[in-house]
């Protein structure tokens, strides 16, 4: 895998050290705002916020539950967005709950925008967001989130949750692939990854 990398565009120590910060900042402004006592329900966006999730709701010491919604937004080897798809959703009870949805990327905002109304739909009070990376683009810029973690190049990235064609989410910082690493990739057993 290590062949595999073109650049390592954020390394692990820095995404642990902005986790922690994002972590103190989303836990002080539920202390301002929503203390009334029955926490947040978690709700990462599967499977590439994963591994943020797993990493940031670790240092948030406040009642918490977690809620699932599986996406397809970038199937198999495709390094372009599509139609956003809820495959799969297991949100528990949102009736009134303050609700903080995860996402490993903003890219065309097509998530965001599909699975915030779902969220509101099922009940929540708030719903507030938080991506780890954000795309310079015009249409990421765009869309309203409460929090971010890094804002990047327009650029393909995999790692710490992120795929290729379901490959790469476990390397530890975020980096590019290489062109033949891609190619490869792409050849072998495509399925969806959400
Ligand atoms: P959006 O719906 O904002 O276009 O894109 C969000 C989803 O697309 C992310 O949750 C992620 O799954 C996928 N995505 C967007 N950009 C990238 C990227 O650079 N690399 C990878 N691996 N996935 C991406
Ligand atoms: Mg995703």
Do not use: W
Request: glycine letters at 8%; aromatic letters at 6%; charged letters at 25%.
């Amino acid at each position: 895998m290590q062949a595999d990398i073109a650049r390592v565009l954020i390394s692990q120590d820095r995404i642990a050290r902005r986790v922690k910060e994002l972590a103190a900042q989303i836990t002080a402004d539920y202390a301002k705002r929503d203390s009334h006592g029955s926490g947040i329900t978690i709700v990462p966006v599967m499977t590439g916020a994963l591994v943020f999730c797993g990493d940031l709701m670790r240092q948030m010491p406040i009642a918490m539950k977690i809620g699932l919604i599986l996406v397809s937004s970038y199937p198999g080897a495709s390094v372009k967005a599509q139609d956003t798809q809820v495959l799969s959703q297991r949100l528990g009870d949102l009736r009134g709950r303050t609700v903080l949805l995860i996402d490993d990327i903003l890219d065309s905002g097509g998530t965001i925008k599909r699975v915030v109304p779902i969220l509101k739909d099922l009940g929540a009070a708030t719903v507030r967001t938080c991506v780890l990376l954000r795309k310079d683009r015009e249409a990421a810029k765009s869309v309203a989130v409460d929090y971010v973690g890094f804002d990047i190049a327009d650029e393909f990235v995999v790692g710490y949750g992120l795929d290729f064609n379901d490959y790469y989410r476990n390397l530890p910082d975020i980096v590019t692939l290489t062109a033949e690493a891609m190619e490869q990739a792409a050849g072998s057993e495509s399925r969806s990854s959400p």
